[in-house]
């Protein structure tokens, strides 16, 4: 490949995740917004009965989520693109932090949800594949190894943005006249499962260079 072709290449590569990004973080506004910030007004009136028992564990995954859907987008614009690796480093460090805390009080959730077991399993094995997929990401870099680091980084950000595809998805099936727990127990597992399956495909089979 000659240096014209790769720097055509990569300059579209550029744009793409630029592209990608933006929708992404459009979404992800749209959510904290939306979705997010009023939980940040505590009170028992706002939270009802069932959730202001569990208020701690609800603003800690609510909180760790948020700060993961924020960081996320800048971190993987920063890795993708070989961006200011001492910020990287720094935002990553974040972003695993917030993501332990998300997850701690995600499984707490979890395992305190009664009456919706579908909904409290998808929720469980979402913090579980949140774990799972960003330490990954941290062993994979520690030794040195960029390109799983950078695969292992998307995957965990198909998980963190579970948060915004669960909004859409319970939003989409109620509308559609489903009750509000079934459309729960069906996008607590298909917020992080189907983008993950999306996903790979991509991370397995990328285009080609051309030789020229």
Known sequence: MNTTTFDTTRSKSAT????????AAVLAGWFI?????????????HYGP?????????????????IALSVGIVQLWLG?????????????KLYVGTILIGSIGGFY??????????????????CVAWVITTCMAVLAIRRRDVHQHREWMMRSYA???A????????????SQGLPAGDAQGIMAWACWAVPLLLLEPLLQLPAKPRVT
């Open 16 to 23: 793409w995740i630029a592209v990608t990004l933006s929708a």
């Open 33 to 45: 917004v939306r979705s997010a910030l009023p939980y940040f007004s505590v009170s028992p009136d």
């Open 50 to 66: 069932y959730f202001w028992p569990r208020r701690w564990g609800l603003v800690l995954h609510i909180a760790g989520g948020v």
């Open 80 to 92: 993708l693109t070989s961006r200011i690796a001492r910020l990287h480093r720094g935002l990553g």
């Open 109 to 126: 959730l979890a395992l305190t949800i009664h009456g919706n077991p579908p909904y409290a399993a998808g929720l469980f094995t979402l």
């Open 159 to 161: 998980v963190t943005f």
């Open 163 to 174: 948060f915004v595809t669960f909004r859409f998805g319970v939003d989409a099936l109620t």
